[in-house]
């Protein structure tokens, strides 16, 4: 989904601008239905925020991202380039949500976090702190990414995972359930994780994350300080 997908007919409602300074009228930018753009908010480009979308504070909606829905962008972040934003999700603070980023459900990215590439992020996940989620990733559920931690590549992180600190998720690395990620851990591969702590190393294998406490077993995992 990305602007060029709108259509907008002749006669069409807008929504709500509260100054002609939030909506700029180089290209095609639209505010529809019922949204809200107020406060120094800039709707610009080719962008398109409609349904009930609220951007406030000093958001920047712009190139051909799309808002709708209940989804609500404020403070300095941006949505930009073909980025997707809709549902009850919340984008906020310094972060960013761009190239063809999706962030949906009851999602909130915050602080300076950015989410980009192909990225997916839904359900009740956040992200915040510095972290980046990128590359063609899925997040969802109850997740939580935070710290400057990086999660990327083709992984998969859901159910009540934690990547937190400096730690990486990357390949087609699968982490659910209980598993807490952090420190400058990395967790790799074609692998699935399902339970544990990790707080330093590179693991790569199926199963459980040992925990700190716990033998690790060299037949099942590829383990490097």
């Not at 990327?152 to 995972?161: D, H, N, P």
């Amino acid at each position: 989904m990305d602007a060029g997908e709108f259509r907008v007919q002749v006669g069409s409602l807008g929504g709500f601008i509260e100054s002609e300074d939030n909506l700029h009228h180089e290209g095609t930018a639209w505010v529809g239905d019922d949204a809200f753009v107020y406060g120094d908010a800039i709707v610009k480009n080719n962008a398109v925020v409609s349904g009930n979308a609220r951007i406030s504070g000093r958001a920047i909606i712009y190139d051909r991202a799309v808002v709708e829905d209940s989804a609500q962008v404020f403070g300095d972040a941006l949505v930009y380039e073909h980025a997707w934003v809709y549902g009850s999700a919340k984008v906020s603070e310094s972060s960013k949500v761009y190239d063809h980023a999706q962030v949906h459900g009851n999602a909130l990215v915050f602080e300076s976090a950015r989410v980009f590439g192909e990225a997916e992020v839904y359900g009740d996940t956040h992200v915040y702190g510095y972290a980046a989620v990128y590359g063609n990733t899925l997040v969802a559920e109850n997740a939580r990414i935070s710290g400057v931690a990086e999660v990327y590549e083709r992984a998969v992180v859901y159910g009540s995972a934690q990547v937190a600190g400096e730690a990486h998720v990357y390949g087609r690395a699968t982490i659910r359930g209980n598993v807490r990620v952090r420190g400058d851990a990395h967790l790799r591969g074609d692998t699935i994780f399902t339970m544990g702590v990790v707080d330093h190393g590179t693991f790569e294998g199926k199963g459980n994350v040992p925990d700190r406490k716990s033998t690790l077993d060299f037949d099942e995992w590829e383990y490097t300080e």
